[in-house]
C-alpha cells in the first residue's frame, strides 16, 4: 500500500496517516495519564497540608507511588513518543518507519503503564517510583515497568528509523531542522535511560520473583538513578526542542545561529547524562572524583548549554519581533508578544519557570557540598516540579494547544478559558516549587505522611513557617489542579465536540514536495535592537538571571560553612 | 519559520555566531568553571565534605559494634522502651543503627570534639536526617558509612528519618545530643 | 538530502565547497547516538560500578 499524506492548508503542515494517527494516540494517552497523575498529586498535596492531611498513611505511600509513576514515566514518556514521530515524520514531510511496529510499541507502552498500574492499586507495591531495594515491591510491578520501556524504546528506534527513510528518500534538502535535531538529541537521552533501565529493573524483577538472591542497594541506586534521572533529561531536550519550535511557529522566530544552537544540543547529548549522579551525593562510597565529575555534566558543560537555549530561544523570539517593527526599547517585543495565546504564554512560562525556578535549584542542589542541605527534603520535589511540571509538561500543554487541533481537524474549544490556562498552571505550580523549597529548606522531609510525628517516640517540632509553607503548598496546588484540569478538559472537549475546522480530511498517495530550507537571509540584523546587541532585553533578562543565581549559590555555600565540621 | 525547516544555510557551521551569543557564552562559561571548581577547593578549604570513606558491612557486624558501644558507654535510659542514651569517648568510632523504624542508640556528643561516626542498616534504605541543621545523608543496608563529625553547637537535636522506610516511617524519630 | 552533492540550498555558497567536519558529525545521528550512549556508560556507570567494587571489607 502507498503511503498517504495530507496537507494542511492552515499549518502548511505535511502528515503521513499512519504518523498522524500514531500522534494522536500516544498524545490522547499521555493526557488521560496526565489526567490520573495530577489527581493524585492533589491528593498528596493536601495531605501534606498539615490541617488537612487528606489521607491515612498507607493510602498516602500508596497514592504517592501512582502520582511519581504516572505522571513522571507515563504522561511525560507518551507525550515524547508523539513529538519524536512528529518531529520525524511530520516536520521531514516523511513516512513513518514501520508503523506496525510503531503500534506495537504503543500497545506495548499502555499495557506495561497497566501492568504497572494495577500493581499499585493492589497494594503491594507502595515503594515509591524508585523501588528502592530491598523494600520490595510485587513482581508485577517491574514487569509493567519493563514492558512499557521496551514500547519506549521501541518508539525511539521508530523515530531513527523515520530519519533515515526520509533521508534515503529525500524528502527534505539540506540537514535537518533544528527541531528535529533537539528531538534526535532527545532520543539518543532516551536510548541511555531505557538501557540503563533494562540492566537494573531486570535482575529487580528476578529478585522479586526469587530467582536471584538479592541485588545491592547501591548498585542499584547507581544504576536505577541513570535511569531515573536521564529520563528527566529526555524531558529537558524535548520542552526545548518543543520551545523552539513554538517560537518558530508562532513568531516565524529564526535561530540567532544554528551552530550555537545545534551546538549546545551536542554538548546535551554528551554530557547531560552524567548527572545521574545528583541522586548519589551524601551515598557512602561512590568518591568524590566521580561525584564531582559526573554531578557538573563534566564542568557543568550541559549546563552550559541550558544557559546558551535559556538565551536563544527568546532571544530568536526577540529578533524576530523587532524585525516585524517592535524595535523600541528594551522589552517592546516582550511587552507586545501575543500573551493571550496559550501556544506562547505557555511556551513562555515554561521557558521562565524552567530558568528561574528549575535550573536554578538544580544546579545549586547538585553541589556535591550543598546537596547535605536538600538531600530527601521536600526541596527535592519543589526542584522539579519546577522542571519537570513547568518546564516539560507546560511546555508539551503549550504545544498541544497548537497540535491537538491540527491534528483531530477541529477548533480548540473555550478558546477565553484556554487564555488562562497556562497561567493558572503555570502560576499554581510556580508556587507549589517555591513552597516546597521553602519548606525544605526549613528541614521539612519529603515522602513523609506526618511532619508532626504522631505516634513517635519523641517529638521534634519544625518552626511555624514550615508548617506554613505546606499549606500554603496545598493551596497553591488547588490552583495548579485548576490549570491542569482545564487543559485537559479542553484538550477532551476539543478532540469530541470541537467545531469541525472544515479541513477537508482528503489523503493522496502522491509524495509531498521537498521540504526546503527558506531563502537566506538579506541584510542580516542591520538596523535592529541596540548598539552591537541585535537582542538586548534577552540579554539583560539573562543577566538577570545569572545575578540571582549567583547570590543564590553563594548564600548556600555560606549556611553550610556555619555548619558543624564534617569531613 | 526556521527552526522547523532545514537551515537556511547549506554550510551553516560556517555562519559568524552572533554577538549576543558569543557574550553570553563566554560569561556563562565562566560561571560554569567558577562553579566546578569550587566543588574540589571546598574539599581543601571547606570544612564541611564527606570524604567518601566506606566500607562492607553486613548488619549483623554493625549491629554487633552498636552494641559493643552500647555496653561500653551508656550514661542512661529515656522513654518507656527504655533507649540507652551513649556517651562515647572523644575521638572514638561511635555507631548509629537505623532499623524499622527507629534509630539505635541515642547519641550523647561533646561539642568541640571529634568523632568518627559510623552509619548504616539493618534492613531497608534509610534517610539521616538532622534538625534544625538539615544536614542529611543517605544510610544503606551492607554499607558502613564513615562521617567524621566534630559538633560546633551544643544542644538537643531531632534525628529524622527522610528516607522513605515503609508504613511507619514518620515515626522513625529521635534525638541528639550535644553537651558542653 | 546526501550533504555532499550539491543542491539549491543556500544560495551564495559555492556548490563544491567542503561541508566541515562538525557539521558533519551532527549531521550524522548514528555517530551522534554512539557517543551519546558511550560517554555515560563509561564516566557515569562503568567508573561508578568501579567505585562500588572497590569498596574495602570492613576490620
Ligand atoms: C498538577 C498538580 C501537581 C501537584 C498538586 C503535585 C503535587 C506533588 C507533591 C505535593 C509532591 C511531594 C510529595 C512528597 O514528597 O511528599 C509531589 C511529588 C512528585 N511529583 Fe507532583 N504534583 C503535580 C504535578 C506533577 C507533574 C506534572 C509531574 C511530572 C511530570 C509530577 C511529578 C512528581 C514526582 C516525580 C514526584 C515525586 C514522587 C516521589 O517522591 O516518589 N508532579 N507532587
Ligand atoms: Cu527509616
Ligand atoms: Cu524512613
Known sequence: MKPLFRTCPKSGLVLHRDAENLIKANAVAAVVFLAVGGLLGLLVALTRWPSVHLLDAQRFYQVLTGHGVVTLLVWVIFFEIAVLYFCSAVLLRCRIAMPRVAWTAFVLMLVGAAITAVAIIQGGSSVMMTSYVPMPASPLFYLGLILFAVGALIGCFIFLGTLVIARDERTYEGSIPLVTFGALSACIIAIFTIASGAIILIPTFLWSVGYIGSVDPLMYRVIWWAMGHSSQQINVAAHVSVWYAIAAIVFGAKPLSEKVSRGAFLLYILFINLASAHHLLVDPGVGSEWKIFNTSYAMYLAVLASLVHGLTVPGSIEVAQRKKGLNGGLFEWLRKAPWGNPVFSGMFLSLVGFGFIGGISGVVMGVEQINFLVHNTIYVPGHFHGTVAIGTTLAFMALSFWLVPILFRRELIWPGLAKWQPWLFGIGTALQAFFMMGAGTLGVSRRHWDIAFTDALFDWAYSGLAYTMMALNGMSALMAVTGGLLFVLIMVGTIFFGRPSGVPAEYSAQRPATLLPPAPETGGHAGIGMGWLVAPGTFVLAMFLLVIFVVYYVINYAYLASLWKIS | ?180 | MNQNDGGKAGAGQANDEPVPAMQRVLDNPFLLLFLGITVPAVFYIIWGVMEIANIPIGR
Not at chain 2, 562515647?88 to 541515642?106: K, M, T
Not at chain 2, 570534639?113 to 543517605?138: E, I, K
Not at chain 2, 558502613?144 to 522513605?164: A, H, I, R, W
Open chain 2, 1 to 180: 519559520m526556521s527552526a522547523i525547516h532545514p537551515p537556511a544555510e547549506k554550510l551553516w557551521w560556517k555562519q559568524p555566531v552572533d554577538g549576543v551569543e558569543l557574550t553570553w557564552i563566554i560569561i556563562a562559561l565562566t560561571w560554569c568553571l567558577i562553579m566546578f571548581f569550587a566543588m574540589p577547593l571546598w574539599h581543601v578549604f571547606g570544612e564541611q565534605n564527606y570524604s567518601g570513606e566506606a566500607y562492607n558491612v553486613l548488619p549483623e557486624q554493625h549491629i554487633a559494634r552498636v552494641e559493643q558501644m552500647v555496653q561500653a558507654h551508656t550514661v542512661r535510659h529515656e522513654t518507656d522502651l527504655q533507649i540507652p542514651v551513649v556517651r562515647p569517648p572523644a575521638g572514638s568510632d561511635v555507631y548509629l543503627l537505623a532499623r524499622l523504624w527507629q534509630w539505635y542508640p541515642i547519641l550523647e556528643l561533646q561539642k568541640g570534639q571529634t568523632y568518627r561516626l559510623h552509619l548504616s542498616s539493618a534492613d531497608w534504605q534509610h534517610g539521616f536526617s538532622l534538625q534544625p541543621l538539615n544536614v542529611n545523608v543517605q544510610v544503606l543496608p551492607g554499607y558502613d558509612m564513615v562521617l567524621t563529625v566534630t559538633p560546633t553547637e551544643s544542644g538537643q537535636f531531632g534525628l529524622v528519618c527522610n528516607e522513605y522506610c515503609g508504613i511507619m516511617h514518620h515515626t522513625m524519630l529521635s534525638r541528639l545530643y550535644v553537651v558542653d
